[in-house]
């Protein structure tokens, strides 16, 4: 059976690839960048605040996916809400990072679309 995650949660992912280092990390429901680090470094799921970008708040989905030994659940990542989704906080690894220079883009972006 699968865990249930409460809000603030760290939800520690197992990666297909075989690679050591995740493309992100992930916390159920929406939390803040500071609180975010806090949870992961408490987790021991990393060691310094500079090993991932900043907090990107997206919507998860739990799906099933057929292996060869059976049926596994894959959380599928959305930009938006919708039916089945749950909040989701995503601090990305390297390439995956979310930086400030893009924070600030889609920041301007929004303010951009409400005034126009």
Not at 16 to 29: E, L, N, Q, R, V
Not at 68 to 83: A, E, L, S, V
Request: proline share 3%.
């Amino acid at each position: 059976m699968m865990k249930k995650y409460t809000d603030g949660e760290y939800m520690p992912m197992v990666w297909d690839c075989g690679y050591s280092t995740p493309d992100a990390y992930y916390i159920k429901g929406h939390v803040g960048n500071e609180d975010g680090l806090d949870i992961l470094i408490d987790e021991g799921a990393i060691d310094e605040p500079s090993e991932v970008g900043l907090a990107n708040h997206i919507y998860g989905r739990w799906s099933m996916e057929a292996t060869d030994d059976g049926n596994q659940h894959m959380m599928r990542t959305y930009q938006k809400p919708g039916r089945g989704r749950f909040k989701v906080t995503e601090l990305g690894v390297g390439i995956f990072a979310k930086k400030e220079e893009q924070a600030a883009d889609v920041a301007g972006a929004v303010v951009e679309g409400v005034m126009r």
